[in-house]
């Protein structure tokens, strides 16, 4: 139970320094780069998310322990009369999590359940960086006469959907069964408190967008 107070109190301490902004705070972008025109259908496009954590807003949540989650979706479409078209699709997430006991952080990247390290840094500015590598989304364009562009969103979540479902349930009142003794309460109350907070924070979640211009298979 203490140690539940004791993080009570340090997301309470957070919610008061969560208004703080860093000085000089660098805006989040992103970006979307196309292959050369003769790697069209070879490659996919680059695709680069630079300051990601550049602000408080970011960075308070993650220091408390809050993993970080970059999703991205990168899809190829085409220009119709009426309406335009998704012709192909393609997923990928970087994962940002901070480890209290070691004083890291921890940058991976899942493409296509292929997890791969892009390491452990001391500095946030440091796994910031490690988010903006570029990345060549696994995605390619192929052969047609269509005008073709690529678009990419990146949504950012603080909490995944477990954390959400279990909060859902909590606010539902569907806490009896740890009351009676099938569920840790310990477990949805820490949850619940890191929910709200992290919404207060305003670190729940972000979306961003970017698109290539139009361009033509050769």
């Known amino acids: 139970m203490h140690g539940t107070l004791r993080r009570v109190a340090f997301a309470l301490a957070l919610l008061i320094a969560g208004g703080r902004e860093l000085h000089a705070q660098r805006e989040p972008t992103l970006e979307i780069r196309p ?12 695709i680069i998310a630079t300051n990601m954590l550049s602000s408080a807003r970011a960075r308070d949540p993650l220091a ?6 970059f999703h991205f979706v990168v899809t190829l479409w085409s220009e119709r009369n009426f309406a335009n078209a998704i012709e192909r699709r393609a997923e990928y997430d970087v994962l940002v999590s901070y480890s209290a006991m070691e004083k890291k952080y921890q940058v991976v990247q899942n493409v296509n359940d292929h997890v791969l390290s892009l390491g452990n840094f001391d500095r946030v500015e ?25 678009r990419v969103t990146l949504d950012v979540q603080v909490l995944n959907a477990s954390d959400l479902d279990e ?6 009142g569907e806490l009896e069964p740890a009351i009676k003794g099938d569920r840790n309460p310990g477990t949805a109350l820490t949850r619940t408190i890191r929910y709200l907070t992290s919404r207060l924070l305003g670190g729940d979640s972000r979306e961003y967008e970017a698109q290539t211009p139009v361009f033509q298979i050769p």
């Open 35 to 46: 292959p050369a025109s003769d790697q069209l259908t070879r490659v996919g496009p680059l």
């Open 64 to 69: 408390a322990g809050f993993p970080a989650r």
């Open 126 to 150: 440091d796994a910031e960086g490690a988010i903006a590598r570029p990345t060549r989304a696994p995605i390619r364009g192929f052969a047609t006469r269509k005008r073709l562009y690529y």
């Open 167 to 172: 909060v859902n349930g909590w606010l539902k």
